[in-house]
């Protein structure tokens, strides 16, 4: 039987964060991933590491100042990895954003990110129009030129999986949770591993699944949070930007999208439609695939939009009445014990003062950035300190070099 004080459910990019982070920290980690590394949402992203910009609208302040902490550290730590990109936001007449609210977003934008080198942003002059790679000019008021990040999404996730590993965790893949028994001193997991069974006793049970959440919940006897699941979809059509990554708004909703460079073609997304049907197979829609190529075709009129590839992730978001890209991105963690009554030390009700220092055995993580994996990581080992207990730490996660794989 294995054994260890943090088994971690799921590879993606929160899992490869949570396993660096507690192996960082000094703790015995486990990963077990079910198919690849990074092969479900985490290699279906828009490949950005940036703060939120269009978050700001929706009032989610303290999640853009940590992201663009993050994407600071990132620029810094993983250089082979997070490469510094231009961006640019054509406002024209129709454009629901007038140019002072652009301005004013981005100026805030540049607050939030302490005036960093990457913050910087101004006005293009309007000679240098006929150069941001044929853009359509009719119409149009003004184009501002930003700074963020973009990543191979994937690769960067099997870097934190190589980085945990080199940190002394333990990771396994393909390996599938079948279920799991909580017993007095943490969790008894049945597990396949390459195709065989295997008992895994853990401390603390992490469940980083993303879409799966629920299900792997399931399968740990634990209840399940309220959720929907959200298709975000691009297509790769033929062509370069050579002037960097376009913030866009659909003609046909209004929605922000981006067209930026990739791998000597353009990358186009994202949608975004509630989704209901299975988690194994996700496909960008026609519906979507043509939403996508129209909204391009509107400001790149003399490109082609002959779709070379198209993909889609799944991305988990909180219920509610706000529409889909109103809602908050902020990620929520679930315990074992938020379910249950908090008690103080004699085993009566909570009382004022009282309280003892919750020790959950299990967490779940429910959505989570790309550029915050880092941070998810540590507020998920923060959350499992006092059941887990201190440990010597071996690194630093915000200077921790991530190399590639």
Same mark, same amino acid.
């Not at 992201?67 to 730590?77: S, V």
């Not at 949770?177 to 006793?201: A, D, F, S, W």
């Not at 299975?278 to 790149?300: K, M, N, V």
């Not at 993580?365 to 730490?393: N, S």
């Given at each position: 039987?294995?054994?260890?004080?943090?088994?971690?459910?799921?590879?993606?990019?929160?899992?490869?964060?949570?396993?660096?982070?507690?192996?960082?920290?000094?703790?015995?980690?486990?990963?077990?991933?079910?198919?690849?590394?990074?092969?479900?949402?985490?290699?279906?992203?828009?490949?950005?590491?940036?703060?939120?910009?269009?978050?700001?609208?929706?009032?989610?302040?303290?999640?853009?100042?940590?992201?663009?902490?993050?994407?600071?550290?990132?620029?810094? &730590?993983?250089?082979?990895?997070?490469?510094?990109?231009?961006?640019?936001?054509?406002?024209?007449?129709?454009?629901?954003?007038?140019?002072?609210?652009?301005?004013?977003?981005?100026? #805030?934008?540049?607050?939030?990110?302490?005036?960093?080198?990457?913050?910087?942003?101004?006005?293009?002059?309007?000679?240098?129009?006929?150069?941001?790679?044929?853009?359509?000019?009719?119409? !149009?008021?003004?184009?501002?030129?930003?700074?963020?990040?973009?990543?191979?999404?994937?690769?960067?996730?099997?870097?934190?999986?190589?980085?945990?590993?080199? !940190?002394?965790?333990?990771?396994?893949?393909?390996?599938? #949770?079948?279920?799991?028994?909580?017993?007095?001193?943490?969790?008894?997991? !049945?597990?396949?591993?390459?195709?065989?069974?295997?008992?895994?006793?853990?401390?603390?049970?992490?469940?980083?699944?993303?879409?799966?959440? &629920?299900?792997?919940?399931?399968?740990?006897?634990?209840?399940?949070?309220?959720?929907? #699941?959200?298709?975000?979809?691009?297509?790769?059509?033929?062509?370069?930007?050579?002037?960097?990554?376009?913030? #866009?708004?659909?003609?046909?909703?209004?929605?922000?999208?981006?067209?930026?460079?990739?791998?000597?073609?353009?990358?186009?997304?994202?949608?975004?439609?509630?989704?209901?049907?299975?988690?194994?197979?996700?496909?960008?829609?026609?519906?979507?695939?043509?939403?996508?190529?129209?909204?391009?075709?509107?400001?790149?009129?003399?490109?082609?939009?002959?779709? !070379?590839?198209?993909?889609?992730?799944?991305?988990?978001?909180?219920?509610?009445?706000?529409?889909?890209?109103?809602?908050?991105?902020?990620?929520?963690?679930?315990?074992?014990?938020?379910?249950?009554?908090?008690?103080?030390?004699?085993?009566?009700?909570?009382?004022? &003062?009282?309280?003892?220092?919750?020790?959950?055995?299990?967490?779940?993580?429910?959505?989570?950035?790309?550029?915050?994996?880092?941070?998810?990581?540590?507020?998920?080992?923060?959350?499992?300190?006092?059941?887990?207990?201190?440990?010597?730490?071996?690194?630093?996660?915000? &200077?921790?070099?991530?190399?590639?794989?």
């Amino acid at each position: 039987m294995l054994t260890t004080e943090v088994a971690v459910i799921g590879g993606g990019i929160q899992g490869a964060g949570v396993a660096q982070a507690a192996a960082a920290a000094g703790y015995d980690v486990m990963v077990f991933e079910k198919s690849s590394w990074g092969g479900a949402t985490s290699s279906s992203s828009s490949k950005l590491i940036h703060g939120g910009l269009r978050y700001l609208e929706s009032g989610d302040i303290k999640l853009v100042y940590e992201n663009l902490k993050e994407r600071e550290l990132l620029l810094r &730590n993983a250089p082979s990895l997070v490469t510094r990109t231009p961006f640019h936001i054509p406002v024209y007449k129709n454009s629901s954003r007038p140019s002072w609210q652009i301005y004013a977003g981005l100026l #805030l934008y540049r607050l939030l990110a302490r005036f960093s080198r990457t913050s910087e942003f101004h006005r293009l002059d309007p000679r240098a129009w006929r150069y941001l790679d044929s853009l359509k000019l009719d119409d !149009l008021r003004a184009v501002f030129q930003y700074w963020d990040a973009q990543t191979d999404d994937r690769l960067l996730t099997r870097a934190v999986i190589k980085s945990a590993m080199d !940190l002394g965790a333990k990771a396994f893949c393909p390996a599938e #949770l079948i279920k799991g028994e909580r017993l007095e001193g943490g969790y008894k997991l !049945l597990l396949t591993v390459k195709g065989k069974p295997v008992y895994c006793h853990a401390k603390t049970v992490v469940n980083a699944a993303g879409p799966w959440v &629920n299900e792997v919940q399931e399968r740990l006897s634990l209840p399940r949070a309220e959720m929907i #699941l959200v298709r975000g979809s691009h297509i790769v059509i033929p062509g370069t930007l050579a002037k960097g990554i376009y913030y #866009l708004q659909s003609p046909i909703d209004n929605r922000p999208m981006f067209a930026m460079p990739w791998r000597d073609t353009i990358l186009v997304g994202t949608t975004e439609t509630e989704h209901s049907g299975p988690l194994d197979s996700i496909a960008a829609s026609p519906e979507e695939i043509d939403y996508l190529q129209r909204s391009f075709a509107h400001y790149f009129p003399d490109k082609s939009t002959e779709v !070379l590839e198209s993909f889609a992730g799944l991305r988990v978001l909180p219920t509610g009445d706000d529409s889909t890209n109103r809602r908050s991105r902020e990620t929520r963690f679930v315990t074992d014990l938020d379910n249950q009554p908090e008690t103080h030390s004699n085993g009566t009700a909570k009382q004022a &003062n009282e309280k003892t220092v919750a020790m959950p055995r299990a967490l779940a993580i429910y959505g989570g950035k790309l550029t915050g994996f880092r941070l998810t990581g540590e507020k998920v080992v923060d959350r499992l300190r006092p059941t887990l207990g201190e440990r010597d730490p071996v690194a630093d996660t915000t &200077n921790l070099t991530i190399k590639s794989a």
